[in-house]
């Protein structure tokens, strides 16, 4: 490993609270019971997958949703029910990316969708007086703009050719072990953090072994 200079964020799970059964409750409320079975934590079926690559617009999902799941709701009750699972900015770990962006490199990598990504960042921009989420990193990617999702190889490739990272250089931090294993695979430094961790800890241990050993 060399010195690293780099450092990939993924959003939910790291930086931003999710809970994935507050969508799935939601949508059982509303009468779709086997909701799991097309979305979770670790797995999309082939319309949530769509929808996270941007191969179909919000109008068309939704269309799509009603006729797989066979149900009649609303296009807003749908979108409220996939947002449920939003929750709030870890505002600590917000502020540590400052500290870390007078020594790193700062990129965001998200599987999200243009319905959710409207959803967080309006958060934000309320959150921090009219700015964008963007302006904590270098460049923030998100798969429905990218076209391409974690832990899909060239997802990581797209962006460490575009940015032109050295890959021993480069540390990805992501909340699902899938997308640990992808990031392997692309040759990436990686991190784990499970929900048991605190981000600022573990990452400090890890920067700092990193620097003895270079």
């Not at 540590?96 to 959803?119: G, V």
């Not at 490739?157 to 575009?162: F, L, M, R």
């Not at 800890?201 to 990193?210: A, D, G, K, Q």
Request: glycine residues 4%; proline residues 1%; negative net charge.
């Amino acid at each position: 490993m060399g010195r690293i200079k780099n450092i990939i964020f993924d959003l939910g799970g790291v930086l931003f609270e999710v809970d994935y059964n507050k969508t799935s409750d939601a949508f059982i409320n509303l009468g779709v019971q086997n909701f799991d079975n097309y979305y979770k934590h670790d797995f999309v079926s082939v319309l949530f997958e769509k929808l996270e690559t941007g191969s179909i617009s919000p109008e068309n999902f939704y269309i799509e949703f009603r006729n797989i799941t066979h149900c009649t709701l609303t296009n807003q009750q749908i979108e409220i029910a996939w947002n449920a699972m939003l929750g709030n900015f870890y505002i600590d770990r917000l502020d540590y990316l400052k500290e870390l962006k007078k020594e790193y490199n700062l990129f965001l990598f998200s599987n999200t969708n243009e319905i959710h990504f409207e959803n967080f960042n309006k958060k934000f921009f309320n959150l921090y007086n009219n700015r964008n989420l963007s302006s904590l990193f270098v460049k923030d990617y998100y798969s429905h703009l990218l076209k391409k999702r974690k832990p899909n190889v060239d997802s990581y490739k797209k962006i460490i050719c575009e940015q032109q990272l050295i890959l021993s250089e480069t540390l990805f931090i992501d909340d699902i072990l899938k997308n640990i294993d992808g990031a392997k695979n692309a040759g990436l430094q990686v991190l784990h953090l499970l929900p048991t961790m605190d981000l600022k800890t573990e990452l400090e241990i890890l920067l700092e072994i990193n620097k003895q050993l270079n």
